[in-house]
């Protein structure tokens, strides 16, 4: 009796420890659950102050100092902002990127009120854009002159006056291009080829023709982009008076200051216009293409790439010989 009687004493003992430890554990799992939960509530859960947050328009950054500041009417704002931009390699070029970036130079800006909309990044930029578009549709003497002081400020947008310029086809816009030509702004410069070519058509053409021969190198490394848009704006104006100065592209660019992809704007320009005159200057690039090619030796890709180029050659003088027979 008294052996029966301590093996139970024992096992209540046992038992009463193991419940112990048991509630034990429990209890510490669920403090700390419940720990956690707590933090992770804290961490992840975004502030009730919070507002979100909508992300500028990547770009009209440019835009974001000046709508950050009130414009007063009666007297233009001056600020000093620098520019700091290192340019990506000529052969990556595109006129996307051109219209975000500048030279490094420190230059004052100065708002009118008559274009400090324009500049304010707060309305949309599709709606900017849109105004400055009719304002290029209007043509009269009041919207060529917003225009005009638009495209002479420092702003984003700047560029597209110019664009929209291109419709007002007037003696004053005409000089007033020739003149942006000169124009630091590489983005700047390309648009005022493409709208002078609308405006005076070939008698734009010794103007664009030195403005591409000034550019064939730049500082800011642009030169490909702004040349391009030279050569495009020539093939659009269709006139076999611009075939001397593609042909001297083929000369004095291609493969030097700038690639082949470059001469393949060239040949389309030589295309676009359609002339049997460009067909010598076709056939010279296409044979130095070839020279080129042979040269390179045991070099697939290429070789394959120059015979790509010469294909393009070929298929442009086969388009213009068809089309004057």
């Not at 086809?169 to 000169?182: F, H, I, Q, S």
Request: proline share 7%.
């Amino acid at each position: 009796m008294q052996h029966k009687s301590l093996l139970r004493k024992r096992v209540a003992v046992v038992g009463g420890v193991v419940f112990c430890l048991c509630a034990v554990c429990v209890s510490l799992w669920m403090f700390r659950r419940s720990g956690v939960d707590a933090v992770e509530k804290v961490a992840l859960s975004p502030s009730r102050n919070a507002a979100p947050v909508q992300p500028l328009h990547s770009e009209e950054r440019k835009d974001a100092a000046a709508a950050s500041r009130p414009v007063v009417p009666a007297t233009p704002v001056t600020q000093t902002v620098e520019r700091s931009v290192v340019p990506p390699p000529p052969s990556q070029t595109t006129d996307q990127a051109i219209a975000s970036s500048s030279p490094t130079q420190s230059v004052p800006r100065v708002i009118s009120p008559a274009v400090a909309r324009f500049a304010d990044a707060s309305i949309p930029l599709e709606k900017r854009m849109a105004e400055i578009e009719q304002l290029g549709q209007r043509g009269d003497a009041d919207a060529v002159q917003t225009l005009m002081t638009l495209g002479d400020t420092y702003t984003y947008l700047n560029f597209q006056a110019i664009e929209a310029l291109g419709r007002v086809k007037t003696p004053e816009v005409a000089r007033y291009l020739v003149g942006k030509t000169n124009d630091t702004d590489p983005k700047i410069v390309a648009a005022a080829m493409r709208s002078l070519a609308q405006v005076q058509g070939a008698e734009a053409i010794p103007a664009i023709a030195t403005t591409i021969a000034a550019n064939r190198q730049r500082p800011d490394g642009f030169q490909d982009t702004v040349c391009a848009a030279g050569v495009k704006a020539l093939g659009g104006i269709g006139s076999a008076q611009a075939i001397p100065a593609l042909a001297e592209e083929f000369e004095k660019t291609v493969g030097k200051t700038l690639q082949h992809e470059y001469g393949s704007q060239v040949v389309a320009a030589f295309k676009a216009i359609g002339d049997p005159s460009g067909v010598p200057a076709l056939e010279a690039y296409a044979q130095r293409l070839q020279t080129q090619r042979d040269a390179m030796g045991k070099n697939p890709m290429g070789q394959h790439y120059l015979e790509e180029k010469i294909k393009e050659v070929r298929e442009a003088i086969t388009f213009i010989t068809r089309k004057t027979q």
